[in-house]
C-alpha cells in the first residue's frame, strides 16, 4: 500500500444540490413543478445512499441551503456545507475544492441526478484514478458534461461545469500537464436533465426512489412527452 494514493490522503466526494424546488427547469413541459421537486429529492437520496456504501471514502459533503436536502444528507452520515451553494455548480465545487486542498485532500465530486449510481460504480472509478498528482473524469452519455471527477489535490485542475465541460475539462488538465483517466460507466453517464434522458432512464426499470417515482406517474410525463413530440 506505499504507493497507494489511498494510503497518503482522504477522499471526499461532494454533492453540490439546489434547492429542490428550482430544480429540473429543463423539464418544466413534461412535469408538474411538484413531481419535479420530489423528482430531485428522489434522485439525491439514491446518489447519497450510493456514496454512503463506499467504505473508501473520508467523507461525503453535501454542498446546499436546501433543508429538505440537508436532512437527508444527514441520515446518511453527510456533512453540510453552505460555502458556494448559491453560486451554481462551478462556485459549489470550487468552495469545496479549496476547503479541502487546505487539508490536502482529494476530491470526489458527482451531482445529485444520476439515480443508477451504485457504490460498485464509484468504486470503480477509485479505482482507476492514479497515484500522485491526478485528474480522472467520467463524462455524461453524450459525452458532453462531466458527471463525475476526482482530483488530487482537490484543487488540482479550475473546474467549470456545464453542458459541454467534458472536453474543456480534459484540456484544462492537459495544460497542466496530466494525462487524463477517463472511465466510462453507464450509470455515472445517465443524469437526467432533459426529457430524452429521462426516456431513456425509464427504458431500464432500477430499483432506484427515482424510478418508482417516475413509473407511479408515467401517464402523467408520458402524455406530456407525446404532446411535446408532436409539436
Known amino acids: 500500500m506505499a504507493n497507494d494514493w489511498r494510503s497518503r ?23 408538474s413543478p411538484r413531481v419535479r421537486e420530489e423528482l430531485a429529492a428522489a434522485m439525491f437520496e439514491d446518489v447519497i445512499q450510493a456514496l454512503s456504501e463506499v467504505p473508501d471514502l473520508a467523507g461525503i459533503v453535501v454542498v446546499t441551503v436546501d ?27 470550487a468552495a469545496a475544492a479549496r476547503r ?8 470526489l465530486t458527482m451531482p ?10 464509484i468504486a470503480d472509478v ?11 473524469i467520467a463524462p455524461a452519455w453524450d459525452e458532453r458534461g462531466s458527471n463525475t471527477i476526482l482530483c488530487s489535490p ?4 479550475p473546474l467549470r461545469f456545464g453542458p459541454d465541460s467534458f472536453f474543456p475539462h480534459l484540456a484544462a488538465a492537459r495544460a497542466l500537464g496530466l494525462m487524463p483517466t477517463i472511465v466510462r460507466n453507464d450509470a455515472i453517464a445517465l443524469d437526467l436533465d432533459e426529457p430524452a434522458e429521462l426516456a431513456r432512464f425509464m427504458e431500464k426499470p432500477s430499483r432506484t426512489r ?7 406517474h408515467r401517464v402523467e410525463w408520458d402524455k406530456a412527452s407525446a ?3 408532436a409539436q
Open 112 to 121: 445529485g441526478d444520476i439515480p443508477r449510481v451504485t457504490a460498485a460504480d
Open 100 to 107: 479541502l486542498a487546505a487539508n490536502g485532500s482529494t476530491m
Open 67 to 93: 433543508p429538505a436536502a440537508a436532512a437527508i444528507a444527514l441520515r446518511y452520515g453527510a456533512d453540510i456545507w453552505s460555502d458556494g451553494a448559491r453560486d451554481g455548480h462551478t462556485g459549489a465545487v
Open 154 to 157: 482537490a484543487d488540482l485542475v
Open 227 to 229: 404532446l411535446v413530440e
Open 9 to 31: 490522503r482522504g477522499v471526499w466526494a461532494i454533492v453540490p444540490v439546489k434547492e429542490f424546488a428550482r430544480a429540473k427547469q429543463r423539464l418544466a413541459a413534461i412535469l
Open 126 to 136: 477509485l479505482a482507476a484514478h492514479p497515484a500522485g498528482a491526478a485528474f480522472t
Open 210 to 216: 427515482a424510478w418508482a417515482l417516475l413509473d407511479r
